[in-house]
């Protein structure tokens, strides 16, 4: 390993054991994180997941010893596949979600804590993508939210754990929305479409006084 490496990791290794000395008394933290989500159409059996992706940023900021609020911004990838005998229809979403949440931080022990967040969301639309495919051969395709049925825009709540470790984050979440996003009515599924999605995301979390 090159010197300049050793003495890059040296300092990133001192610079974490600091900071997270000074969690404890720090109002103000920013995290930034990536992952995946399992995502899905509520409710519908014919429907089954998608494995997407999500990155973004949180916003902490305490309000006591062990509460703080959150908020942030992400960049989240949602969606749901129809299967039909040789027929599929493949959906993804773009939204960028805005949480504002409150969560309960407790310490395990030096360096280690567990928060749990209860957050409700907006997701503002950014791009609604469908595809039609019939024994392996596209048919149709669409950017359209009009032409894909479904609303641009979006909102719900979230269960969120995280596993902080020194400055490394770990977290595991649940959203559902909670507005029924589909402008179409029929009797084959696509009446009513509401996103959920598990995801797990691997973060730094950057702390300041």
Same mark, same amino acid.
């Given at each position: ?17 600091h900071?997270?000395?000074?969690f404890?008394?720090?109002?103000f ?7 995946? +989500?399992?995502?899905? !159409?509520?409710?519908? $059996? ?5 494995i997407?992706?999500?990155t @973004? &940023?949180? %916003? ?16 989240n990838?949602?969606g749901?596949?129809y299967? +039909?005998?040789?027929? !599929?229809?493949?959906? $993804? ?9 409150? @969560? &309960?931080? %407790? ?30 051969h596209e ?21 969120e ?24 009515r029929?009797n ?8 959920s ?6 973060g ?6």
């Amino acid at each position: 390993m090159k010197k300049s490496h050793l003495i890059f990791l040296f300092l990133f290794i001192c610079f974490t054991l600091h900071s997270q000395e000074e969690f404890s008394k720090s109002k103000f933290s920013i995290g930034v994180k990536g992952g995946l +989500n399992i995502s899905d !159409k509520f409710d519908d $059996k014919p429907w089954s997941s998608k494995i997407r992706y999500r990155t @973004g &940023l949180n %916003i902490d900021y305490s309000i006591g010893d062990y509460v703080f609020l959150r908020t942030g911004a992400n960049y989240n990838q949602k969606g749901s596949t129809y299967h +039909n005998n040789d027929m !599929k229809l493949y959906y $993804k979403l773009d939204y960028i979600t805005i949480p504002i949440g409150l @969560g &309960l931080f %407790i310490p395990l022990e030096e360096g280690v804590n567990i928060s749990f967040i209860f957050s409700g969301y907006a997701d503002l639309g950014l791009s609604v993508k469908y595809k039609v495919k019939e024994n392996g051969h596209e048919i149709l395709s669409s950017e359209s939210c009009e032409a894909s049925n479904l609303k641009k825009n979006d909102m719900g709540f979230s269960v969120e754990g995280e596993f902080a470790y020194k400055q490394i984050l770990f977290n595991i979440g649940f959203e559902r929305g909670l507005k029924n996003i589909s402008l179409k009515r029929d009797n084959a599924g696509f009446s009513k479409w509401n996103n959920s999605c598990l995801y797990a995301t691997l973060g730094y979390r950057f702390i300041f006084k």
